[in-house]
């Protein structure tokens, strides 16, 4: 089903997903909804498990969580408040998918609040997956998503305080990318993801979150899976689609996101220096994460309750 409406909180630039449930699948309804979010986001799940509280689909609560944590200005991973590029610009990326295979996807996008609620825009109201930057923002403005200042105070101190001396940044060191998988009632998955990407990137640098295959990838049939860490390697191994085509072989999901891991480190003679992580779905509402170094936080929903877990890394 389409989503064409949205209403307004009265906070600039917000508005939260209309729910897309049929009453008929009210009494389907059969699962107990799952979510599983990247780092420490509780902003993301509390507003999924609001969504699904009222038999919301997937996809609205997903969206849901994504616009939590865009809306929150002290954090600076996505939406308002994400810190900026190196020329003090904060461009964000952001992408959906739904259980039914359709997605959406916006990149290089300036000065949007909700680059999510845009992804599922260009998803349900246009012909395209993605719209980047300009254009991006054209069809934003178009659809009444307002024009906002996105680099907060916090955001420029830190970025001046950078300029100083330019100490070229890792994802790992500065960034958290928001994404999110979930389960509904009637066992349907779709998956969200957004982020202001690497902290300080050169100006016009998209990662991994805007790409479908790359950051996030949905089989309704098999699972989902997304990513988080250093994007550029994330892309090379088009990390998500192969963590859900590994679970498609049979991997379960913490097997599945260690594989597409392994696969990594044997590319790089056993020693990456960087960071990836994953987080996986199964259709049967099994979940799990993954990590390439140190440790990789992370929250899991099952019957409303939200616990912080974190997996230690391959290599550490
Ligand atoms: N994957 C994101 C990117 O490369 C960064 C992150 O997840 O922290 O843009």
Redesign the pocket.
């Known amino acids: 089903m389409k989503r064409r409406d949205f209403f307004k909180t009265g906070l600039v630039g917000f508005s939260l997903p209309s729910l897309t449930k049929a009453k008929s699948d009210v009494k389907r309804n059969k699962k107990k909804p799952v979510i599983i979010t ?1 780092h420490n986001f509780p902003k993301a799940n509390a507003a999924a498990v609001k969504v699904l509280n009222k038999y919301g689909a997937s996809m609205d609560a997903a969206e849901a969580a994504c616009m939590a944590v865009e809306a929150d200005e002290k954090n600076s ?1 996505a939406g308002i408040g994400s810190l900026p590029d190196e020329d003090g610009r904060v461009t964000l ?1 952001s992408c959906v998918m739904d259980s039914n295979g359709n997605c959406g996807s916006v990149a290089f996008l300036q000065n949007i609040v909700h680059p999510v609620s845009v992804a599922r825009k260009i998803m349900d109201d246009t012909k395209h997956v993605m719209l980047v930057g300009k254009g991006a923002k054209k069809f934003a403005v178009s659809k009444g998503f307002r024009h906002t200042n996105l680099l907060t105070k916090d955001s420029r101190n830190a970025w001046m305080k950078w300029q100083k001396n330019r100490v070229e940044m890792t ?2 060191d500065t ?3 928001c994404a999110t998988l979930i389960q509904d009632h009637n066992g349907n998955i779709s998956g969200a993801c957004t ?1 202001g ?2 902290a300080y990137k050169m100006h016009g640098r998209v ?3 805007p790409l479908i295959g790359s ?1 996030l990838f949905i089989d309704n049939n098999v699972g989902g899976a997304a ?6 390697e ?1 892309i090379k191994s088009s990390g998500s689609f192969l963590v859900v085509e590994l679970m498609r072989q049979g991997y379960d999901p913490v097997s599945a996101c260690n594989e597409a891991l392994n696969r990594i480190i044997s590319s790089y003679n056993g020693n990456p220096d960087f960071q990836i992580c994953y987080i996986a779905i199964s259709k049967d509402g099994e979940v799990g994460a993954a990590c390439l170094k140190w440790a990789f936080p992370h929250l899991i929903t099952k019957s409303g309750i939200t616990k912080l877990k974190s997996v230690k890394g391959l290599l550490s």
């Open positions: 990247t991973n990326d994802p790992h960034h958290d990318t982020t990407g690497w990662g991994d979150s950051g990513a988080t860490g250093l994007g550029e994330v």
